[in-house]
């Protein structure tokens, strides 16, 4: 499934092929449980920025495997490189054209607290 995407503002938009389809999820590591955004699971090679690149800011932390962009001009959240899987990265669903997160309740959580990165 392809999808576009974009940050509130409109000055970051991005393509990508969804992984298995609009099948959301939450993260509950220290930044993804205060981020708060569900996000769907697309490959990480099919992501392109087709607009916006020169707006986006990136923020990493830990083992600064995971990057999460966000548009520095609205500071939505657009995209993450997964730390779990680097050839995956994780779309705000909230981002996502045509589609609305109270569509998707409920949206399971995985365990980002208990990574075994972290160990």
């Given at each position: ?39 769907v ?27 999460h ?51």
């Amino acid at each position: 499934m392809n999808i576009t995407a974009r940050c509130h503002c409109g000055a970051v938009e991005l393509s990508a092929e969804l992984l298995d389809g609009l099948d959301p999820s939450r993260c509950d590591c220290s930044f993804c449980a205060r981020r708060q955004a569900a996000a769907v699971t697309a490959i990480a090679s099919s992501v392109k920025v087709i607009k916006g690149a020169d707006v986006l800011s990136t923020y990493s932390f830990g083992t600064h495997t995971a990057q999460h962009h966000f548009c520095k001009i609205c500071g939505i959240y657009t995209h993450h490189h997964r730390r779990s899987d680097p050839t995956q990265c994780g779309i705000n669903l909230g981002c996502i054209d045509g589609r609305h997160p109270l569509d998707h309740e409920p949206i399971p959580w995985t365990d980002g607290k208990n990574h075994p990165s972290d160990r």
